[in-house]
């Protein structure tokens, strides 16, 4: 076990939030065709605010911090708060679309010793870049952004948020990272917007081009590991939790909401009513969170993937349950291994069985209505049959 | 023999987790735990205290061990995390330390 996986085991342990995720704005220079958030600035956390919940972060144990939102930089005291977090040694990660930065802020990013910048590339073609982002020369000046970055020997990743719209320039991108010399990483996972709005879910890759990636070598490694069928869970498998979210982990708002992460809209408390640590260690919605075994989970603990599926809560709760399946996250344990869930076998049942509820008209009565009057007893919805 | 100084990189991210420190190297990302001994003397590496007075008020003090055995094994611990850039270390004061080990 590496000396980080006996770190966040021993916080696990202890209760303790290693991981958080700030993002100190909404607001942005860009406008991407996928983006989850509300850009309007709707009272976002003050200076002072954000560096009071940083001293209780740092008492609260927390190791990495990711600065995020929106752009950052939309903030004039975005470098104050950096600077404020590396006082108070964090190892901080920044996400950026890079628009902003030029050598005078890649050089005090680099004097303020951030462990890493990550900024979204979404292709190499600045007509699909910048149709994405819809700010036109975006992809040219983030390009530049990552040659300063990288001329003060800052470590940079490449985030490809791959689409419909752009998964045919995923090569590009890969060819772009090797010629900056940056890291590459990809997620095809596209969530709901926070307001529950589901509609930017139509731009998810199709499942044919999932198993594209999943079959690149290149991207996965081993392919045939990858790959491989699941293992037949074990007791630790079915005692275990699906990921750091609330355990280890969590999200604050720039409004100071505290959710178990930023893909996971339960609000679990608010910093500017509480101290950080009263939510961490007494919120309801965090203690549910963390009750929550794979063995609880209705239908997923049947499935054969539990032991490798990737679900994410946060994309369950949005599908409607924390304890439910998270079906992009099916489909990827579906196209990775070609073996289908738990869920979707239901589905599939269910859909097949025809519709749920088949009502049957006494003869004589349809010219009373449409509907069968029942008087409560079970003889009176005898017309009734259900197919489970 | 001279006295040395020690101080906290300012490329680095450290915490205290459960009485261990984590220290993490911002420039090449290595990654160290010190146990509770070592904690101390890094949670004591201020730039102006001498390595000799730490060991003498805080390991010896906190920790009952024989005071040489404790200056041989704290001038390794700095030998070995001040050839990560974790610690600096000087003959004299290092005066700069914003930073806070919490």
Redesign the interface.
């Known amino acids: 076990m590496?000396?980080?996986a006996?770190?966040s085991q021993?916080?696990l342990s202890?209760g303790?939030p290693?991981s958080v995720h700030l993002d100190i704005t909404y607001r942005c220079n860009e406008r991407c065709v996928h983006c989850y958030l509300d850009h309007d600035d709707h009272g976002e956390m003050t200076t002072a605010e954000i560096i009071n919940v940083l001293e209780q972060l740092?008492?609260a144990?927390?190791?990495f911090l990711s600065i995020s939102g929106g752009e950052v930089l939309m903030r004039r005291d975005f470098f104050e708060i950096v600077e404020r977090a590396?006082?108070?040694?964090?190892?901080?990660k920044v996400k950026t679309n890079g628009v902003m930065i030029r050598e005078k802020e890649a050089a005090r990013l680099r004097q303020l010793?951030?462990?890493q910048i990550q900024i979204s590339v979404y292709s190499h073609r600045p007509e699909v870049h910048d149709a994405i982002t819809k700010l036109p020369g975006s992809l040219k000046k983030t390009i530049r952004a990552i040659r300063f970055l990288k001329a003060q020997g800052l470590?940079v990743s490449i985030a490809n948020v791959l689409m419909a719209g752009n998964f045919s320039d995923q090569a590009g991108v890969i060819a772009l990272a090797k010629e900056l010399g940056v890291q590459y990483t990809l997620d095809p996972t596209i969530t709901p917007k926070m307001d529950g709005d589901r509609s930017i879910l139509a731009l998810r890759i199709p499942g044919s081009a999932l198993k594209q990636v999943f079959n690149n070598a290149e991207l996965v490694g081993n392919v045939e590991e990858f790959c491989a069928p699941p293992p037949a869970p074990d007791e630790d498998v079915m005692d275990g939790y699906p990921c750091s979210a609330g355990h280890t982990a969590c999200y604050i708002s720039p409004y100071g909401d505290v959710f178990p992460c930023v893909q996971f809209p339960l609000p679990s408390g608010n910093v500017r009513k509480q101290k950080f640590l009263d939510i961490w260690n007494h919120s309801t919605q965090l203690k549910e969170v963390r009750s929550i075994r794979a063995r609880d989970l209705p239908t997923c603990s049947t499935c054969a993937h539990v032991g490798t599926c990737t679900r994410c809560p946060g994309l369950a709760y949005m599908e409607g349950s924390m304890r439910g399946p998270s079906t992009a996250d099916c489909e990827k344990s579906f196209q990775r291994t070609g073996i289908p869930s738990a869920n979707m076998l239901k589905r599939a049942r269910t859909e097949s069985a025809g519709p749920l509820i088949q009502i049957q008209l006494p003869t004589n009565s349809a010219q009373d209505g449409p509907f069968p009057v029942a008087t409560g007893s079970p003889e009176a919805l005898a017309g009734i049959s259900v197919h489970a | 023999m001279a006295e040395k100084y020690i101080a906290r990189s300012?490329?680095?991210?450290?915490?205290?987790?459960?009485g261990?420190m984590?220290v993490?190297s911002?420039v090449d990302?290595t990654?160290?735990?010190l146990n509770e001994v070592a904690s101390t003397i890094w949670q004591a590496a201020d730039g102006r205290t001498p390595l000799s007075e730490i060991v003498t008020d805080k390991v010896c003090q906190e920790f009952e061990v024989e005071r040489d055995r404790a200056q041989h094994a704290a001038d390794r611990f700095v030998d070995e995390l001040s050839q990560h850039g974790i610690l600096l270390v000087s003959d004299q004061p290092l005066i700069d330390s914003?930073?806070?080990?919490?």
């Open positions: 590496s000396l980080i006996e770190m021993k916080a202890l303790l290693i740092a008492d144990g927390v190791f590396r006082q108070l040694l964090f190892n901080v010793g951030v462990e470590k | 300012k490329a680095i991210a450290a915490r205290m987790i459960g261990e984590m993490m911002a990302s990654f160290f735990t914003s930073q806070e080990s919490r």
